[in-house]
């Protein structure tokens, strides 16, 4: 059983976004197999590495919808991402000294950050666009 499995309530309404939240999940999903369920640790860092250039991607794409509609919370989701980016940042850096550093601890907070900003955050720029498309 995986730490982090997409559920289809987490899908916000703009498929684009869905289907880059669902490869987040498969990234993570893939990383915990080998943190922690493999002996094999060869292909950890390059796996974050990918994680961490898609989050950046998804991250940049999800501010270009957000100000294409004008979302009113921009500011503060857009803060949300650079924090989360950082933390990430700081993981690769450790990881890659130590690649123990990636523990059980680290990718529960790293599942429970994404699941709980899609479904609160993220979820808010669903709503807006679904208000944009009825006017
Ligand atoms: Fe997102
Ligand atoms: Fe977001």
Redesign the pocket.
């Given at each position: 059983m995986s730490i982090i499995q997409w559920r289809n309530d987490l899908c916000i309404g703009h498929d684009l976004?869905d289907a880059?939240?669902k490869r987040l999940f498969e990234l993570t999903s893939k990383l915990y197999d080998i943190a922690i369920g493999s002996d094999d640790k060869s292909n950890l860092k390059p796996l974050l590495l990918e994680l961490y250039k898609y989050t950046l991607f998804?991250?940049d794409e999800?501010e270009m919808v957000m100000r294409n509609h004008k979302f009113p919370r921009y500011a503060d989701h857009k803060h949300e991402h650079e924090k989360f980016v950082a933390t990430l940042d700081a993981l690769a850096l450790k990881a890659r000294e130590d690649t123990s550093a990636l523990d059980i601890e680290i990718l529960n907070w790293l599942s429970s950050w994404l699941v709980t900003?899609?479904s609160i955050k993220?979820k808010m720029i669903g709503q807006c666009l679904s208000r944009d498309s009825q006017n």
């Open positions: 976004i880059q939240h998804h991250f999800e900003h899609i993220d």
